[in-house]
């Protein structure tokens, strides 16, 4: 119930990075859930493979190596899917970033309403 519940937040949260920045368009929110689910599966498949191979770089940055990744993931995932764009990389970048911020906030309400 935890992870359906996370999973439609999610997709509001991207639902609400399009209503706010006008670089990030969805259609609807079945194209959010798909896009929802696709970034969901990157983050858990590919970011921790990209951390890795990175890792010099992200050191050397300070970690900020690591908000290119994840706009990189975020840009990947509107590019497998029709009806989720996003109009370059420096949108992927602000949405990604929206998005994340979006996420804390579902994260702390996933933590209240479920407790452990």
Known sequence: MKLIAKWLLAACALL????IYPGV???GYGTALIAAAVIGLF?????PVLVILTLPVTVVTLGLFLFVINALLFWAASGLLNGFGVN??????????IYSLLM???DAAIRAIFPR
Request: hydrophobic content about 70%.
């Open 16 to 19: 609400l990075v399009a209503y």
């Open 25 to 27: 368009q969805i259609q």
């Open 43 to 47: 983050n858990v498949l590919l970011r």
């Open 88 to 97: 370059g990389f420096w949108a992927a970048m602000l949405g990604s970033v």
């Open 104 to 106: 804390l906030v579902v």
